[in-house]
């Protein structure tokens, strides 16, 4: 099989390092890496505006990971920003969504992390909850700074989710969003609060999304599914 090339999303913020304190593309490093060792090539994908510059992006991957990051603008699921929801990236909002149509168009294996998968819904004509401890009463999901939370999480029997991770298993997320409404996908894991924590569209092809951070964890078994599935995808396309 061909080594898949996988496109990763990135960040664009203001960012310091040596002497230079300037806007930057970033991700970090945890994604590649586990790209890496699960056998894919890791590619960084900054949001572009170019006219068709997503299908000439999607034509050249075998794999995309719609990365972590700032909440969704609530303008795209027709709601007012709650309070807490600040900081949004209309760019990344656009060129994600972009990204996402052009491999619904190829058949392209997708998986959607955290944000990610909030982005795939909200892409799909859903909507999100905008803050979590509204609808759980405990901050548990973000416990603030650059803390990850442990949360307990189970997923449906029969599942490809439940296939990779198995029917039970603890995650690290950092979230106070989650997704309310899914079209088009399944509901696939849960947290012990009734928090969505997986989603995937049925049929042969590799698109999930969940809500937390699987390329912090040691078991990589998201991340090494989407890499089997491009490698394939690589060899039949």
């Known amino acids: 099989m061909a080594v898949p090339l996988i496109g990763l999303t990135t960040y664009r913020e203001q960012a310091a390092w040596g002497v230079w304190d300037q806007r930057a593309d970033l991700l970090p490093t945890q994604y590649a890496a586990a790209v890496e060792a699960t ?26 990971v719609i990365s972590g990051g700032a909440d ?9 920003p709650h309070a807490r929801t600040a900081g949004w990236r209309p760019d990344r909002d656009a060129w994600e969504v972009a990204l996402l149509d052009a ?13 990610g998968m909030q982005v795939m819904a909200v892409r799909a ?7 979590v401890p509204d609808l759980v ?14 949360v307990d999480v189970v ?16 995650v690290n997320c950092h979230h106070h969003q989650s997704v309310r ?28 999304g969940v809500q937390w951070h699987p390329e912090t964890a040691a078991d990589v078994g998201l991340l090494a599914g989407l890499v ?4 394939v995808y690589a060899d039949t396309r």
């Open 39 to 64: 056998g894919g090539v890791p590619v960084l994908l900054p949001p572009a505006t170019q006219t068709g510059a997503a299908e000439a992006v999607v034509a050249r991957l075998d794999g995309l």
């Open 72 to 80: 969704v603008d609530p303008e795209r699921y027709d709601e007012a």
């Open 103 to 115: 491999a619904d168009a190829t058949g392209l294996p997708v998986l959607g992390v955290c944000r």
């Open 125 to 131: 004509g859903g909507a999100l909850d905008q803050h």
């Open 137 to 150: 009463g405990h901050e548990q999901h973000s416990p603030g700074g650059d803390a990850f939370g442990s």
């Open 155 to 170: 997923t449906t029997p029969g599942t490809r989710v439940a296939a990779l991770v198995g029917d039970r298993l603890a």
């Open 181 to 208: 409404t899914h079209p088009g996908f399944a509901a696939v894991a849960h947290a012990a609060d009734g928090t969505l924590e997986a989603m995937e569209a049925a049929g042969d092809r590799f698109c999930v």
């Open 228 to 231: 089997r599935a491009a490698a």
